[in-house]
């Protein structure tokens, strides 16, 4: 019986500690606060030096082929970068690059982004979202940008950080219920059927 989302939750920093992962903890404790999500994490740096040579599924790894095979198989995506040079890592496209172009289509992502300093918070509607507009993908209307002034040593300290993590989950929260039901009344459809 589903009774969580199956979630994922990217973080497309290539270090650690990383204040993108810092982010994306944040996110993930307070949406689970109104939603079940059953939640893995793959963090980039994971992924290092195998992402950087890896074209072709054929040749992937075990490991790195299990990763991609859980981002496509993700009911819902929380997806986070931080801001190189105006824009997410190289490595971390290229993480997209390697996923079914159809794996996405109508799924929920939120989006999340850390930066130097807030100069560069469009990174998540110019160029995060259009990625994700590619896949076919619902992207959740808030998404979140957070500086060094709003997370010391992994912590959430600005008040205005954590009013736009609460913006971004009451706005996701309908969208993520509604499927969360949606898989459950699809499930006892299933059995229904079989009984
Ligand atoms: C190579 C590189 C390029 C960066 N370019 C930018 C930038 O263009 N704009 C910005 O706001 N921050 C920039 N930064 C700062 C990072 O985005 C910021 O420190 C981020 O929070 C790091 O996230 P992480 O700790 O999850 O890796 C850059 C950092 C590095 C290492």
Do not use: C, W
Request: net charge neutral.
């Amino acid at each position: 019986m589903t009774t969580s989302l199956k979630t994922v939750i990217v973080n497309g920093s290539p270090g650690r500690p990383s204040t993108t992962r810092a982010l994306l903890n944040a996110l993930r404790d307070r949406l689970a606060e109104n939603i079940a999500l059953d939640a893995v994490h793959i963090d980039l740096v994971d992924l290092l030096p195998e992402l950087g040579g890896a074209f072709s599924r054929e040749t992937f790894s075990p490991s790195l082929r299990a990763t991609i095979k859980s981002i496509e198989q993700a009911d819902f995506l929380i997806v986070g970068a931080p801001v190189f040079r105006a824009s997410f890592p190289g490595l971390f496209k290229h993480l997209f690059d390697l996923v079914d172009l159809d794996a996405f289509q109508g799924k929920p992502v939120l989006l999340a982004a850390t930066g130097g300093s807030a100069r560069h918070a469009l990174v998540i509607d110019l160029q995060l979202r259009p990625l994700f507009a590619f896949f076919q993908a619902l992207t959740l209307p808030v998404g979140v940008y957070a500086t060094p002034e709003d997370i010391q040593q992994g912590q959430i300290v600005s008040a205005s950080l954590a009013k736009r993590i609460e913006l971004a989950v009451e706005q996701a929260s309908p969208v993520l219920q509604g499927l969360l039901l949606a898989r459950q009344s699809a499930y006892f459809k299933l059995q229904r059927h079989a009984a």
